[in-house]
């Protein structure tokens, strides 16, 4: 069964910087398209960041300059290095990986 843990959320200022984790059990983690999602209240999930098997990287360009998505392949752990963090960043932060699997979601709020 896959396994899929978001941490490192909580209450930033604006401006501020946070590092969320993904840590992922019961799969092939190195090899599969993953990502990370967030969805604010009232809107749709929205992806974020997307890194492929092959390390390539998408971002939202609500996000570009500003977080970093990376993996440690041996850890099976996903990270997003968020920087320069906006009001608008508020949401619900999902972790994503191929084959339909998702995590509970961890909770970023940006204070103004």
């Known amino acids: 069964q896959v396994q899929l843990v978001e941490s490192g959320g909580g209450l930033v200022q604006t401006g501020g910087s946070l590092r969320l984790s993904c840590t992922v059990s019961?799969?092939?983690?190195?090899?599969?398209?993953r990502g990370w999602y967030r969805q604010a209240p009232g809107k749709q999930r929205e992806v974020v960041a997307h890194i492929t098997s092959g390390g390539s990287t998408i971002y939202a360009d609500s996000v570009k300059g500003r977080f970093s998505i990376s993996t440690d392949n041996a850890e099976n752990t996903l990270y997003l290095q968020m920087n320069s963090l906006k009001a608008e960043d508020t949401a619900v932060y999902y972790c994503?990986?191929?084959?339909?699997?998702w995590g509970k979601g961890t909770l970023v709020t940006v204070s103004s």
């Open positions: 019961g799969s092939i983690f190195g090899g599969n398209f």
């Open positions: 994503y990986l191929a084959g339909g699997n």
